[in-house]
């Protein structure tokens, strides 16, 4: 009412209700208020705008969760390309969206590209945010459940360790695993 219907603090309503209604697995209201977010953004702060790129990975990370990854694909890469452009690619934004990608192309089944964007989102994590921040532990886990999901549990157990350390839960249960398994 005070704002209007088109103000960038509207649309970061809009996409806090969203990631409400996500939280509760109402994926029909997610969707409407985080497209909502997203037509505000585009037409408010244009095309290339970091708050733009959020709205279109955050479309793209529910539509993951909901298995769609034809949908996912296209708005993960246009978040990662205005990342890219705005504010450049040794970003920690940037790494993100290289992690997100990744993500979405390991549950696709394409493992190389998977693995050379987790290996480029750890690179520039570790290169602009340093070796001891909290981010690099979230891409050091998913490279390590990579390296799981796609058999090598030793390369699995040698990232967590190095990344998280053997105290961690995954790295204790990859351990686990393997001593099992022989």
Same mark, same amino acid.
């Given at each position: 009412?005070?704002?209007?219907?088109?103000?960038?603090?509207?649309?970061?309503?809009?996409? !806090? /209700?969203?990631?409400?209604?996500?939280?509760?697995?109402? #994926?029909?209201?997610?969707?409407?208020?985080?497209? @909502? $977010?997203?037509?505000?953004?585009?037409?408010?702060?244009?095309?290339?705008?970091?708050?733009?790129?959020?709205?279109? !990975?955050?479309?793209?990370?529910l539509y993951?969760?909901?298995?769609?990854?034809?949908?996912?694909?296209? /708005?993960?890469? @246009?978040?990662?390309?205005?990342?890219?452009?705005?504010?450049?690619?040794?970003?920690?934004?940037?790494?993100?969206?290289?992690?997100?990608?990744?993500?979405? #192309?390991?549950?696709?089944?394409?493992?190389?590209?998977?693995?050379?964007?987790?290996? @480029?989102? /750890? $690179?520039?994590?570790?290169?602009?945010?340093?070796?001891?921040?909290?981010?690099?532990?979230?891409? #050091?886990?998913?490279?390590?459940?990579?390296?799981?999901?796609?058999?090598?549990?030793?390369?699995?157990?040698?990232?967590?360790?190095k990344g998280?350390?053997?105290?961690?839960? /995954?790295?204790?249960?990859?351990?686990?695993?393997? !001593?099992?398994?022989?």
């Amino acid at each position: 009412k005070v704002l209007g219907e088109e103000h960038p603090d509207t649309a970061a309503s809009y996409n !806090n /209700l969203a990631e409400i209604y996500r939280s509760m697995g109402k #994926y029909e209201e997610t969707l409407l208020f985080y497209e @909502k $977010a997203l037509v505000i953004n585009e037409k408010i702060l244009g095309e290339e705008h970091p708050n733009t790129a959020s709205s279109y !990975n955050n479309l793209a990370e529910l539509y993951k969760s909901m298995g769609n990854y034809k949908e996912a694909r296209p /708005l993960y890469e @246009k978040a990662l390309a205005i990342r890219e452009k705005v504010v450049g690619e040794e970003h920690p934004d940037t790494a993100a969206s290289y992690n997100n990608l990744a993500g979405l #192309y390991e549950f696709m089944g394409k493992y190389e590209e998977a693995l050379s964007l987790y290996e @480029k989102a /750890l $690179a520039i994590s570790e290169k602009v945010l340093g070796e001891e921040h909290p981010d690099i532990a979230v891409i #050091y886990n998913n490279l390590a459940v990579y390296y799981y999901n796609t058999g090598d549990i030793d390369s699995a157990l040698q990232t967590a360790q190095k990344g998280l350390g053997e105290e961690s839960d /995954l790295y204790q249960q990859l351990l686990s695993l393997k !001593n099992s398994a022989q």
